[in-house]
């Protein structure tokens, strides 16, 4: 059967939309990447705290063969006045009091934002004061601002409250999430206590350099204000995986007997009844012990659902796409502070151009 | 770990919202029960276009034991008028010609409207025009319009599109469903040729009583227009799924030999590549043969992405929880016609009060 196209591509042909970029580590070179393949969009700027990427190509930061002839800048209110973005993309840190001042210094330029910084993926919960400071001042500047990444702010809420829709009733949620560290350099795989003895894991959990998973508590505030749900109490535990085999990747080799990974996990409870139930551990190569990666969501309720993918979604692949997806979005939104659970589904909105 | 309640639920004390129900069949029934149960939410009365339910308890024409107070009417503009509902779930058919007359008359009404009608998922696939006319009178009088269900709207499209969002590239999108059409009655198992030779199924192919899935189109509309695709062509195959073995139901019994469903499928091409396939066996009983029923995704792209549910999300709790559970997001969003896709994402929004 022929059809007449459903839709022309011709609506791709208006102004690239002007994009910064804060940050030019793992996630900010996969981001780059992305912005620079894409006809709808034009990387104008890339901004880096670290002092020596100024005034370096941004190509040869991100490893690209060729230079971009874009300069990376140290001065993000310079950087913002000399290329006049409409909006930021942030993958410059995790935590909300690291991530403000950036955030405060775009919106009082009036750009638009996408952070990846984990705790952006529901601000109230590390701080309602900030996250009603951010809205306040996107409104009052006409901008809007959207935390999105992989987890938080996809698999272990989104996906979830996403399948939500199609009950009556729910009970308790569980997502868990089986992921394989081993693409991950030392920064990651130390807070998550990879190649520890185990009495190093607990002395590292005690003096917070072991930290498991960020991001559980925003994930229970994403889908208990999804499902109008009060949350009474949220209860995290954190323990190590303690590898039965060696395992090795480019970067660390963790004997028998030592520490693979953190099994993270946090439960949250409602009127005393444990609601929404997070599982995330998070290891090298747990297929060396049989261990299948992958995301699973299991919905009691009315009609209960259950969906599962293997392997996992990766991480990093999908955090940078996201960021860039949601660009659309984030225009189209009316002034003022979002999850990816107010926004319009997630779609990869291609953008390029026919024929 | 303690926390803050991240929410109270005193937001939900606010007057419950006034609802109208177009459609006491089954899929009606469902809605009404749902709506009767929700405190958030009212519903002020009931519309069948059936001449012989003017006047009776809606308590009685959905099967409760109890009278609701709510007397049937078949009279549009004279509930409107009376009741002053918000918003209306419109579930009297399936078709937009159908389905038009009931739409116009209450956007003309200034109320805002929930259709589980399939064509109107993506009312541009079956007529343009129309679709045109419904957002310019929902934007003129204020209101706004959304298409919902199980599928089209929710499973063969909006959950591809909400998974490519974690995806840079899209090659193709691959969405099965494989249902069983036991709970289903006779006016469904005929348009699927249930319990039809093979020869008597090829006759009502030809001749529209054998119609397979009504939603192809919607769903590859709203695939389409959330990537950015211009498709060219669309074709579909329907295939008579011959029962190897006895299969039984309370409305029919096919016998070996005879047509126990129907296989249909349908492949969408963009620039003469293949890039969207939706299939969607609909037979009695498929465990009689080993079939497992499920919902699975495949995305090729980077990166790929696989998901799958079993059994399938049960089409008619879904529908009429999706009706629901999107009142409010419909509420929220500007004058104008929405599909699913356009909308934040749907979830379980209980509005039950605490304690």
């Known amino acids: ?50 002092r020596e990427r100024a005034g370096m190509d941004l190509g040869q930061a991100i490893g690209l063969e060729r230079e ?26 995790s935590r909300l009091a690291d991530a403000s001042g950036e955030i405060l210094c775009l919106l009082n330029h009036r750009v638009s934002l996408i952070s990846i910084a984990e705790e952006m993926a529901f601000p109230a919960a590390a701080s309602p004061d900030l996250a009603r400071r951010f809205r306040e001042l996107a409104q009052q500047m006409g901008v809007a601002l959207l935390g999105t990444g992989v ?52 002395q590292g959990l005690r003096d917070g350099s072991v930290a498991g998973h960020f991001g559980f508590p925003q994930s229970i505030g994403m889908i208990a204000q999804a499902l109008g749900w009060a949350i009474d109490a949220i209860e995290q535990r954190r323990d190590p995986i303690i590898s039965k085999v060696r395992r090795s990747t480019p970067f660390v080799t963790v004997e028998p007997g030592q520490v693979a990974g953190c099994d993270h996990s946090a439960v949250a409870y409602r009127a005393g009844e444990p609601v929404i139930t997070l599982i995330h551990p998070q ?65 990869a909105f291609l953008g390029v151009r026919h024929g």
Chains 1, 2 share one sequence.
Not at 73 to 93: K, S, V, W, Y
């Open 1 to 50: 059967m022929g059809a007449e196209p459903l839709l022309t591509e011709d609506f791709l042909m208006g102004e690239p939309i002007r994009v910064l970029l804060l940050g030019t580590g793992q996630m900010g070179s996969g981001i780059a990447r992305l912005l620079l393949e894409r006809p709808d969009l034009v990387l104008v700027g890339a901004f880096a705290r670290r």
């Open 68 to 93: 971009t002839g874009l300069s990376i800048g140290n001065d993000l209110p310079a950087l913002i006045e000399a290329h006049r973005p409409r909006i930021a993309i942030q993958a410059t840190c």
């Open 151 to 202: 987890n938080p702010g996809f698999v272990l809420d989104l996906l979830p409250i996403f399948l939500s829709g199609a009950c009556a009733h729910v009970r308790s949620i569980t997502a868990r999430r089986v992921n394989d560290l081993a693409p991950y350099g030392p920064s990651v795989l130390r807070t998550q206590g990879v190649g520890l003895t185990p009495e190093a894991f607990e």
């Open 283 to 347: 290891q090298v190569r747990p297929e060396l012990e049989g261990i299948e990666t992958g995301d699973e969501i299991t919905i009691e309720g009315t009609p209960p659902i259950h969906f599962s993918g293997h392997p996992e979604i990766p991480g990093g692949q999908a955090t940078t796409a996201l960021a860039v997806n949601m660009i659309p979005r984030v225009l189209d939104a009316s002034p003022g502070l979002y999850s990816m659970a107010d926004l319009p589904v997630s779609a």
